[in-house]
């Protein structure tokens, strides 16, 4: 028999790209953007499978998730200092905010990190899906390209991050009625 969908699944299709919102909700709230191709989430369990004699394959109820990374991958087209530095852990900005200078090696400091990075979603039916990360930082290089009739894409690939407190979460996926967004009302 012909698998038909529900008006309540095809009204729960996300659509359009989505919007990155650094910490949500906060007084350091800020929109990233422009960007160009969306937004890119993955999250990543690690299972390892327990082995034993006469095993056949991968055995329902013989796995352990012992851990869990995720990713959020974006192309910012803003060339703003405060953007740069998101794909520059340890910079430092000038009080005026004009310079960035390289920073120190060693231990990143908890600042440094981003404390939330919310990607904000809109379905069919005008609700909203947001996914929070926690404690994201890029990791990668830092690309900055000037070519003839384009512009400069830089790529961001924060990566959410544990703290010391054994209670820390890396994500959270909430629906609501309302757009999420508080900057810009």
Same mark, same amino acid.
């Given at each position: 028999m012909?698998?038909?969908f529900?008006?309540k699944e095809v009204?729960k @299709?996300q659509i359009?790209e989505? @919007?990155v919102v650094l910490?949500?909700g906060q007084?350091? *709230?800020e929109?990233?953007?422009?960007t160009?191709g969306g937004? *890119?989430?993955t999250?990543?369990?690690? @299972?390892? !499978?327990?082995?034993f004699?006469?095993?056949r394959?991968?055995?329902?109820?013989?796995q352990? =998730?012992?851990?869990e990374?995720?990713t959020?991958?974006?192309?910012?087209?803003?060339c703003? /200092?405060?953007?740069?530095m %998101?794909?520059l852990?340890?910079?430092?900005?000038?009080?005026?905010? =004009?310079t960035?200078e390289q920073? !120190?090696?060693?231990v990143i400091?908890q /600042?440094?990190y981003?404390?939330? &990075?919310?990607?904000?979603t809109?379905m069919?039916?005008?609700? $909203?899906k947001?996914l929070?990360?926690n404690y994201?930082?890029?990791?990668?290089a830092f690309?900055y390209?000037?070519?003839?009739?384009? *512009?400069?894409? %830089?790529?961001?690939?924060?990566?959410? %991050? $544990?703290t010391?407190?054994?209670d820390?979460?890396?994500?959270? @996926?909430t629906d609501?009625?309302e757009c999420? &967004?508080t900057?810009?009302d």
């Amino acid at each position: 028999m012909l698998r038909v969908f529900t008006e309540k699944e095809v009204k729960k @299709i996300q659509i359009d790209e989505g @919007i990155v919102v650094l910490n949500l909700g906060q007084e350091t *709230e800020e929109i990233l953007g422009p960007t160009r191709g969306g937004v *890119e989430v993955t999250i990543t369990p690690e @299972i390892r !499978d327990i082995e034993f004699d006469g095993r056949r394959g991968k055995t329902a109820g013989m796995q352990v =998730k012992d851990g869990e990374d995720a990713t959020v991958k974006v192309t910012s087209l803003c060339c703003s /200092q405060e953007s740069l530095m %998101h794909a520059l852990p340890n910079a430092k900005l000038s009080e005026d905010k =004009k310079t960035i200078e390289q920073g !120190d090696f060693g231990v990143i400091d908890q /600042q440094q990190y981003i404390k939330t &990075i919310d990607v904000v979603t809109q379905m069919l039916d005008k609700t $909203y899906k947001t996914l929070t990360f926690n404690y994201g930082l890029h990791e990668g290089a830092f690309t900055y390209k000037a070519v003839s009739k384009a *512009e400069n894409e %830089h790529s961001l690939e924060f990566i959410p %991050h $544990y703290t010391i407190d054994d209670d820390s979460r890396l994500f959270k @996926i909430t629906d609501s009625d309302e757009c999420p &967004i508080t900057k810009g009302d």
